[in-house]
Structures are given as C-alpha cells and as structure tokens.
C-alpha cells in the first residue's frame, strides 16, 4: 500500500512511522508519506487557511492550497482523483471507521488522507475532490492528523505480514472471524494470582474444547453490550 497524509504538522508522522508494525509494513515495502500543503502553497508567507465566509471564530483550510498540494504530488487535476484512488478527508462527521470498514481500506494499493485543522475543509474541497470522510468518532479533535494515525493503525496491521503473528490480526475483537464479535478474554502466566485463576479449560490442552469456549465467550460479550 502506498499511502499519502495532507498535514500541516507532517513531523507528528515521523514519530509515527517509527512504531513497531508501522515500521514493519514501510520494511515491508509499503510506503507513508505526509506531504505538506504549506510547500506548495500558491499563497504569500505560507498562508493555507483563511478565514469563513459568513463570519464565525476559527480558520478554513482553503481549496487552492489543497488543490496546488493534490496538484504537485499526483501531477493531475485533482477533480480527476476520485476515479483513480480513494481520497479521504478526516472529519467528526464522516462514516464512523469500524473494523469492516479498515478491512476494505486495507485492499486499496493507494490511499490519499487529508487532515483538516482549525474549522476544518472548505467544503469545495469535500465536494470535488474527495471519495469519503471517515471519522473515528462523534467528537472533535483539533485536526485530522490523529484520526489519520488510529485509520493507518489499523489498516497497516491488516496487512500481510505487518504484524509478528499472521494469526493475530484475523480472529481478534470485531473480525469476520468471531463474526463481528469482541474478542475472548486472554489469560497469560501465572496460573494463579492472589486466588485469580485461569479458566481449566485453557489449561488443558484440548485445542478443540479451547477454540469452543473462546467462540462462546467473543459471542456472550457480544450479546452483553460494551464490556465494563
Ligand atoms: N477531525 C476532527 N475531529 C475528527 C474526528 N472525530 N474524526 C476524524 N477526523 C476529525
């Protein structure tokens, strides 16, 4: 996968693509880049945003700042974008990401993220050169760049060999694996701890009677509604 973040603040991505399975996936060969919309601006003094028509408190970012950005990074128009790759704005009221949805991210070969700041995208922007905005939740941050990061996080594990145990990324909370189900409970060494002790069925080596009782219990949470 190649994937392009639009930030203002593309030094936060350099942290970022150094934790473990982010840096395993560019190892990999995949690729993130955070382009800057500042260095392409076509304003004076580096200016991106302005402020909204209407009045109101905050800064918009401007639509010729992110079309001269879409414009030097991919040499086309960007209007032209959405029928060759998926280009998608972080935004509190976009589709809601949940597992399925980073499941079918992570087939794309290309990936555009545009991180808003302030008041957010001239909505031009949305409207012309965008496929989607994704949100991750129904609150508000005070841009995209976070929002980016929990989206690559979790497409990039997604990825065939990103993370160390190939296993781990399929039968894990909310996958089709446990049909959509929170995952089961883990348990780890010690047996016991202060009189806590583990499920016998874990410790009985019955692969088959273990594999039951984790599907029983991913689909008992699941029935329960969100877990304490
Ligand atoms: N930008 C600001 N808030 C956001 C959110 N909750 N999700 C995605 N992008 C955002």
Redesign the pocket.
């Known amino acids: 996968m190649k994937a392009d973040v639009f930030t203002l603040f593309p030094q936060w991505f350099g942290w970022f693509a150094e934790q473990r399975h982010v840096a395993n996936a560019l190892a990999s060969g995949h690729e993130l880049h955070a382009v800057d919309p500042r260095a392409t601006t076509p304003l004076k003094w580096g200016q991106v945003d302005d402020t909204p028509f209407g009045g109101g408190a905050g800064m918009v970012l401007r639509v010729d700042v992110m079309e001269a950005a879409l414009r030097a990074r991919y040499d086309a128009d960007p209007v032209e974008l959405p029928a060759r790759r998926r280009v998608i704005?972080?935004?509190?009221?976009?589709r809601l990401?949940d597992d399925a949805f980073a499941s079918e991210l992570a087939r794309e070969p290309d990936l555009t993220l545009l991180?808003?700041r302030y008041e957010?995208f001239d909505e031009r922007i949305l409207e012309h050169f965008v496929t989607e905005?994704?949100?991750?939740?129904?609150?508000?941050?005070?841009?995209?760049e976070?929002?980016?990061m929990?989206?690559l996080d979790t497409v990039l594990r997604k990825l065939p060999g990103v993370l160390g145990d190939e296993a781990s990324a399929v039968e894990e909370s909310f996958s089709e694996a446990l049909a959509g189900a929170p995952e089961y409970p883990h348990y780890t060494r010690p047996a016991e701890w202060r009189g806590w002790t583990v499920p016998e069925v874990l410790l009985s080596g019955h692969h088959a009677r273990v594999r039951d009782w984790r599907l029983e219990q991913a689909r008992s949470r699941a029935h329960n509604g969100p877990l304490p």
């Open positions: 704005a972080l935004t509190p009221g976009g990401l991180c808003g957010g905005q994704i949100s991750i939740g129904r609150y508000v941050l005070a841009g995209g976070l929002a980016a929990v989206v």
